[in-house]
């Protein structure tokens, strides 16, 4: 364990129910404690923290203990869980996979004190059972997707997705297979408007070494991105870092060999004209930012792109970035001030944050302004908005939320203003809705008066008609009997 990590222990102590047979919950933790103690001299009791399920099961994770324990792992505050037994955790194989990777991605330890993964216990050759299995698995994915993208780097095609400022893609014939399946190939091709951008952000950058001076030469001359959005330091940065503009030159070469990075073309290949294509470069992960890889585990190959900066240009910017890191504005993680990320500029809309000053008020506060972003990255060019005093303007508001309370008040007056207006347009809606329903009942007899009439109507016409069919019958019957009478 880590004598020089911050972070804390975590001991995690399961039982099914009390039995009165095997260790105690008590008796687990008091065992795991010595044994933190024993290997770790400097450590006292409140970088010791417990979690404890009684009556849970262990036929799998999903314990409200042990989550919060894990809860507490992903937000990186422990470096070492601790248990009594390999199956006070779980019993369940797959989750022993599962709880491995995700301790070895937070770079948590962890210890069975009883098991200590000895090949002799059931339980132990388990754990190395699944170790094993877990690792040769990462490692077949990995070697699998390094072979792609070898079979890429042959071609030093583009791979598809939102294409670098400056490029656009473009297909061009023949195919890649990758994983026994044919792809389309493509390539980038230069934009030439946008390739100017590059070069002035390169040009800037290595003149001013400064994120921020090259940010507000493209704010205060309008150049956008192809986006018609204005650059962010972030996106300025990520221009700046990707490989792609670089020129496939000897001093290309040379960075990537003296790196160690694996250089999937011939050095006669590095004609200085093309680009440079790189593989295997960032980490992606569901629902999280892709992180950037070392460089040594990049995949280096020539593209089919003509590059824009050249190799000892692309370098030099790389180190003055890597030495400006530390200088890098960061935003502080606690502030005073109230209205801090909820207050944007009236002139332009944009966020307005706080500055802070080394000065102080008669009531001893730090003094502190609200100024627009936007002003500041231009230099007062795209907006001339005055700086608000955080001081005053955090305490109105403060004292505004104080007489939210009070029955007098603006809001509580502003709140049945629109309760009554509420109340007053109901009362004129059920009116009209009254109405509708009255007319509606209305119409509904009317139909039925002219229903009736209807059929009233029908019935006289049958009758009116059966009656004039009955007629000649009638007729025929008194000539019959005249005819007898004579």
Not at 4 to 18: G, H
Not at 255 to 274: Q, R
Not at 400 to 425: A, Y
Request: aromatic residues 8%; hydrophobic residues 30%.
């Amino acid at each position: 364990m880590k004598g020089q990590d911050n972070r804390k222990f975590a001991i995690y102590s399961r039982k099914s129910k009390f039995t009165g047979k095997g260790e105690s919950i008590e008796n687990q933790i008091d065992l795991c404690r010595q044994h933190i103690k024993l290997h770790n001299t400097n450590v006292i009791e409140r970088d010791i923290l417990i979690f404890e399920d009684e009556g849970f099961s262990g036929g799998n994770i999903n314990c409200p203990q042990f989550q919060a324990m894990m809860k507490q792992v992903r937000e990186n505050q422990i470096q070492a869980v601790i248990c009594y037994r390999l199956d006070r955790i779980s019993r369940n194989v797959g989750d022993f996979a599962k709880l491995k990777d995700e301790f070895d991605y937070y770079n948590v330890e962890f210890t069975s004190i009883r098991d200590d993964f000895d090949t002799a216990s059931p339980s132990g050759r388990a754990m190395m059972m699944v170790s094993v299995f877990a690792q040769l698995e990462r490692e077949t994915t990995a070697e699998r997707i390094r072979d792609n993208m070898h079979e890429l780097a042959k071609s030093g095609r583009w791979l598809g997705g939102i294409t670098p400022t400056g490029y656009k893609s473009m297909q061009i014939t023949g195919s890649v297979t990758v994983d026994g399946k044919e792809r389309k190939s493509y390539k980038l091709e230069l934009i030439n408007q946008e390739a100017e951008i590059v070069k002035i952000i390169f040009s800037k950058f290595l003149e001013t070494n400064s994120l921020t001076k090259t940010d507000t030469y493209l704010l205060q001359n309008n150049i956008t991105t192809k986006n018609r959005k204005y650059f962010t330091r972030f996106s300025i940065r990520s221009i700046l870092q990707n490989p792609v503009y670089m020129i496939a030159d000897q001093n290309a070469w040379e960075y990537f060999v003296s790196l160690g990075v694996e250089i999937y073309s011939e050095e006669s290949e590095f004609d200085g004209k093309h680009g440079i294509m790189a593989y295997n470069k960032t980490i992606q992960k569901s629902g999280k930012s892709n992180q950037m890889r070392d460089m040594d585990e990049w995949i280096v190959a020539v593209g089919k792109h003509k590059g824009l900066i050249a190799g000892a240009d692309w370098v030099k910017v790389q180190e003055l970035l890597s030495q400006n890191r530390s200088k890098s504005y960061r935003k502080p993680k606690s502030n005073v001030a109230l209205l801090s990320g909820l207050l944007y500029c009236g002139n332009c809309g944009s966020f307005m944050r706080p500055k802070l000053s080394q000065r102080t008020n008669a009531q001893g506060e730090k003094i502190y302004s609200y100024l627009c972003e936007t002003k500041e990255r231009s230099r007062c060019k795209l907006c001339n908005s005055k700086n608000r005093n955080g001081n005053e303007l955090d305490k109105m508001i403060c004292e505004q939320i104080k007489l939210i309370s009070d029955d007098s008040s603006d809001f509580i007056r502003n709140l049945e203003s629109v309760q009554r207006k509420l109340e007053g347009n109901r009362e004129e809606y059920d009116q009209q809705l009254n109405a509708l329903k009255r007319n509606c009942r209305r119409t509904n007899s009317k139909l039925s008066i002219w229903w009736i009439s209807l059929q009233r109507r029908r019935t006289h016409r049958h009758l009116i008609i059966s009656l004039s069919r009955l007629t000649p019958s009638i007729r025929k019957t008194r000539k019959s009997r005249t005819g007898l009478v004579n």
